[in-house]
């Protein structure tokens, strides 16, 4: 059979959604919006931003009739459930057909025949989800209105809560430089979207008062954030940590119940306050709950109707601690609302919906917005994505949110996210549509963001380029070639995009992510060889000389500062990252844009080197200023030799795939998806007398250059341990274990195999490497189980590197603490 070609101009018809748009759908350009019977002022809200938004897409203002009438023209009409016996009877049945609703929900209908669009909510809430969705599902383009012919839906949020939180303060890589009409579009695009609650932060917490961005004093900004709410109807959430020294002493307790007097007042509305057991804060449970019943007194003050929730946040549990925790919140306090499962918790959901009252709800609290260092890190993240990427970057992965979210969503309410800025706009977006409805498919809350936001025209486009994205991050970078391929894809819709797309601060996201990876990409490749070649060099130092052999590979590792690897791409990115700026004070480097560290300035790190050429600049200058040949030619092979675990022994990287297979894996992460009882990569060395870090470098302990493997481990959070299996040891031969014990926080840590023990509690972060005997007992079938567990309150267990040695392999270790 012969294959039929399609043209290249009905291939792009079809992408585009060129047959959808004149086949599908029906013209509402001259038409007008109905309100029947909108007295309350959300319903009227409702019309408003759906008059509103279609005049921002289209250029098009249609007029709104305060009543049904029953003239020739097109009509969208909007309305409540039980208000609309008015209508005649031809719309009524239809409605009466589908499936019922229930609070916040609505319905949706287009009758063609009639020429008129439905939107009726349940409630005024109802009203204005409902009219959300249709300018989502609407094809808005300059001079014209088009909603498509099947529009046909019922729909009902599944969870109550559903939001974001937008904190106005320095440590967000874009909020602190909103202007409050700024904060107004975000959160109308956040309702739109279907979220019903904001959670806004105190002027005083874990940050500075202020930041060279701001427009206004924090304590002004969250009044209006409230009154921006209010009104669109949004609940008003206050996330409210205890930042206080003292919450026992009476002085002390006065300046904290005075400041709460100050912001409760300040803020129109207020339904609920979250305070965070820890993170930050350090109370005891008693202290906590004492401290609770006077907050709830100054709250109900201003705001009768609020409660507080809390969560068991601490940096460092013990049983001690969440029984006392735990206690409490069984005691059924009358200002106490609910329980909030966010970060840095170690009880899993499941065991809290276990160990609380069945009437208690939960509110999940899921940290979107973080790559590493987070509850929910990026799985098999390659190391030069943590490296330059970073903790904070523009981060869309919607299917990996649209999984953790259904992986736990039958346990809690719904959700208000931990966002620290616009870096997480796409995962906001699809946790918002999962919370209403968890079968929805991610594709669709794709295309509606591109639709809505960018226009129909990039439907597909941006949809798919936004996968693309996610699958970029999707294990090791090395081989990952699909990731110039994303770069085509976004270069396509650059290539024909009109200025506003260009400024559009979405699809600059967007598209800088399809720069910025294709950097690296093409970085890693270039680096990985230049080290091979500079490895190559040094293994002849013998014919070469030591010092020639030096001093040419450390020519060939500067060749990636000297002559770099595809400029064009890395000044693409720094224009964008300026334009992002401009456009929505996104601040992605700290010199240029006053990003704070660690926050978001993952253009800060776009040149980081990606492979291990600080470390091997650091050994090499020591090496060449020994003081002859045979020592400089003995210190080189050592060098290069460092992982090599000598005949008939092991050696495995943790932070690479090809080690994994060792590990035992725990929990399945659709039961476990913040790794609370699985075992998760982790970046980040640590530096003497740092509680931790969150940048990912080649720099740690004391200070000195060391090899990229330590900035990578297998890690478990908490007491769960880890464990690892090696098989086919010679059961005649004696053996030791050498293990680097490298990670973002200290912890004490000990080790058993076969549950012999080999070492007790050892403070990490002191030394990198430890080596110990293996007990010959556990040799006998030549096979060894190894055990890593925390001591009670640590954050848990971080190993980077071990080595089974056969105890007549030399050691080759540099880099150890005297």
């Not at 904060?183 to 959670?199: K, Q, W």
């Not at 014990?741 to 023990?757: A, E, H, Q, W």
Request: net charge neutral.
């Amino acid at each position: 059979m012969r294959a039929i070609r399609v043209p290249f101009i009905v291939i792009w018809f079809l992408l585009s959604g060129g047959l959808y748009l004149k086949a599908q759908t029906n013209d509402f350009s001259k038409s007008e919006i109905a309100c029947l019977s909108c007295k309350g002022k959300l319903a009227q809200k409702a019309v408003l931003v759906l008059q509103e938004e279609i005049a921002l897409k289209s250029n098009i203002s249609l007029p709104i009739a305060k009543k049904w009438s029953t003239n020739s023209r097109p009509k969208i009409l909007v309305g409540i459930e039980g208000e609309l016996k008015k209508l005649p009877k031809s719309l009524l049945e239809p409605l009466t057909k589908m499936d019922a609703i229930g609070p916040e929900g609505y319905k949706l209908l287009n009758l063609p025949k009639l020429r008129t669009v439905l939107v009726i909510g349940h409630d005024e809430r109802g009203t204005l989800y409902g009219v959300g969705k249709l300018l989502r599902k609407a094809i808005l383009s300059p001079g014209s209105v088009l909603i498509p012919e099947q529009l046909k839906l019922a729909s009902t949020p599944k969870n109550p809560i559903r939001g974001h939180q937008l904190g106005y303060r320095p440590k967000t890589n874009a909020y602190d430089a909103f202007s409050v009409a700024q904060f107004d579009r975000y959160i109308r695009d956040l309702v739109i979207f279907g979220a019903n609650s904001i959670e806004i932060v105190p002027p005083r917490t874990d940050d500075d008062f202020s930041s060279v961005h701001m427009e206004m004093p924090a304590i002004e900004m969250i009044a209006e954030q409230s009154r921006i709410c209010d009104s669109y109807g949004v609940d008003v959430w206050m996330w409210y940590p205890n930042m206080g020294m003292d919450y026992t002493h009476s002085d002390s307790l006065q300046v904290e119940i005075d400041e709460r007097h100050k912001v409760f007042k300040q803020v129109k509305r207020l339904d609920a306050l979250f305070v965070p057991g820890g993170d930050p804060g350090d109370l005891t449970p008693d202290d906590l709950f004492r401290w609770l019943d006077k907050v709830a007194s100054v709250l109900h003050k201003y705001h009768p109707k609020a409660k507080i929730w809390v969560s068991p946040q601490v940096f460092r549990p013990t049983k001690k601690w969440y029984d006392a925790f735990y206690a409490h919140i069984n005691q059924g306090y009358d200002w106490f609302g609910g329980i909030v499962f966010g970060p840095w918790i170690k009880t899993p959901i499941q065991e809290i919906r276990e160990r609380i009252h069945p009437d208690i709800p939960i509110r999940r609290y899921p940290d979107i917005t973080h790559s590493l260092s987070s509850q929910y890190p990026v799985p098999k993240w390659d190391l030069a994505y943590a490296i330059t990427l970073g903790r904070e970057c523009i981060n869309p992965r919607p299917y990996d949110q649209k999984f953790i979210h259904n992986a736990l969503d039958e346990y809690a309410q719904g959700s208000i996210s931990y966002s620290e800025g616009t870096n997480d706009d796409v995962n906001k977006i699809v946790w918002s549509d999962q919370d209403w409805n968890p079968e929805t498919p991610v594709i669709e809350t794709l295309r509606d963001y591109a639709r809505y936001f960018i226009g129909p025209d990039y439907t597909e486009g941006v949809a798919q380029g936004l996968l693309a994205l996610e699958n970029n991050i999707d294990g090791p970078l090395l081989g990952n070639h699909l990731v110039l391929g994303t770069l085509h894809q976004w270069q396509a819709l650059e290539k024909k995009a009109p200025k506003e797309v260009l400024a559009n601060f979405r699809f600059q996201m967007g598209l800088l992510r399809a720069y910025f990876d294709a950097y690296q990409y093409r970085r890693l490749l270039y680096e990985t060889e230049l080290e091979q070649q500079a490895r190559d060099i040094l293994t002849s130092a013998k014919p070469l000389g030591s010092q020639t052999a030096i001093g040419t590979a450390l020519k060939t590792l500067a060749r990636a500062v000297e002559i770099p690897i595809m400029p064009q791409w890395k000044a693409r990115c720094l224009q964008l990252a300026d334009n992002l700026f401009t456009s929505i004070g996104a601040q992605l480097t700290i010199e240029q844009h006053g990003a704070m560290p660690g926050r978001g300035n993952f253009i800060d790190t776009i040149d980081e080197p990606l492979n291990d050429v600080l470390w091997l600049a650091d050994q090499l200058t020591v090496i060449k200023n020994l003081p002859n040949e045979s020592e400089r030619r003995k210190a080189i092979q050592t060098m290069l030799q460092r992982t090599d675990p000598g005949p008939g022994g092991f050696y495995d990287n943790l932070g690479s795939p090809q080690s994994w297979k060792r590990i035992t894996k725990g929990k399945d992460r659709r039961y476990d998806p913040g790794n609370l009882a699985s075992p998760r990569v982790a970046f980040g060395v640590g530096l003497s007398g740092e509680e931790w870090v969150h940048e990912v470098s080649a720099k740690g302990f004391d200070g000195r250059y060391t090899p990229l493997a330590w900035t990578n481990q297998i890690s478990t959070l908490y007491d769960t341990p880890l464990e690892m299996t090696y098989e086919d040891l010679d059961s005649n031969e004696s053996y030791s274990v050498r293990v680097a014990y490298t990670g973002r926080f200290p912890s004490r840590v000990k080790m058993t195999i076969d549950n012999v023990l080999v070492h007790d509690f050892i403070k990490t972060g002191m030394q990198p490497i430890y080596e110990f005997k293996i007990p010959k007992t556990c040799l006998e079938d030549g096979k060894i189980h190894i055990t890593w567990t925390c001591g009670e309150g640590e954050r848990g267990t971080q190993v980077s590197e071990i080595w089974i040695l056969k105890n007549d392999t030399p050691k080759t270790i540099y880099f150890e603490k005297e």
